[in-house]
């Protein structure tokens, strides 16, 4: 499978335009159960509700949270977020304070797409929001994900955007394979000269990464090929212990 960027950038586009500029995060409380959830090394918040499938590989256990009723005595509260749930049990968002006035906030705008934004609140002024980033799953009709795509806006730059993918294939509904690409800067500025000239096949812009999963005694054998050059990879496998495994299957998670 290739890197198609052309395509990437277009589909951001054409989210940008349907879903997020013209929308309206909700961020009303009342009405809502709120639960708490450490953010565990080394997420982000928004990863609480990521449906990314290689970060508990490469994290080497699953980083689903344990939800809270309430913070624990002696808690840093900046170390947890807050989950608001509707009547249903469903997640509406995800609250992370930052400070006094600022927080990140994440959103399940629907099955396929989740939302980031930086709230500015002061006491007494309309909350200032700016979209961050977003995530756009897709599934195969078993309803497992084919492929999950992460658009983070590139700082101030009004089109800039950085897109990291996943892309998965099963066997008997059972995860087989994955490809993984990390990080494509669209204005380029990863592309490091220094670098070029030391390795000048390089592979970069995106990092390109495929695992293999196997079914083995103890769990799964995971296998993670680095592509560093058109003439260099590098390969490592690993145990995913079968502890993780069932803590990841009871999230709909299915492995060879």
């Known amino acids: 499978m290739e890197f198609r960027k052309a395509e990437l950038l277009r589909k951001y586009a054409e989210l940008r335009g349907s879903y997020i500029d013209s ?116 599934y195969d009709p078993d309803g497992n994900p084919v492929s999950v795509e992460s658009f983070q806006r590139n700082g101030s730059l009004a089109d800039g955007v950085i897109i990291s993918c996943e892309y998965y294939r099963y066997e008997n509904g059972k995860l087989i394979h994955a490809d993984y690409y990390k990080e494509f800067d669209s204005d380029g500025r990863i592309e490091e000269p220094l670098v070029r000239r030391m390795v000048p096949d390089r592979i970069m812009n995106p990092e390109v990464f495929a695992y293999d999963f196997q079914r083995t005694e103890g769990g799964i054998l995971c296998t993670r090929t680095i592509y560093w050059s058109a003439s260099k990879t590098y390969t490592g496998s690993f145990l995913m212990p079968e502890k993780e495994l069932k803590k990841m299957e009871e999230h709909g998670m299915s492995f060879a």
């Open 23 to 138: 929308y309206e995060p909700d961020l009303s409380q009342e009405g809502y159960t709120v639960r708490y959830a450490k953010i565990p090394d080394p997420c982000l918040s928004s990863d609480l509700c990521s449906h990314r499938i290689l970060r508990h590989f490469d994290a080497k256990k699953a980083l689903f949270p344990r939800l809270y009723n309430k913070l624990l005595k002696g808690a840093e509260p900046a170390a947890y977020a807050e989950m608001y749930f509707d009547k249903d049990g469903k997640l509406h968002h995800l609250v992370h304070q930052i400070s006094e006035t600022v927080y990140y906030v994440t959103i399940p705008v629907s099955k396929q797409l989740q939302a980031d934004y930086r709230v500015e609140h002061i006491a007494g002024r309309k909350p200032f929001i700016t979209f961050l980033c977003m995530e756009w799953t897709e």
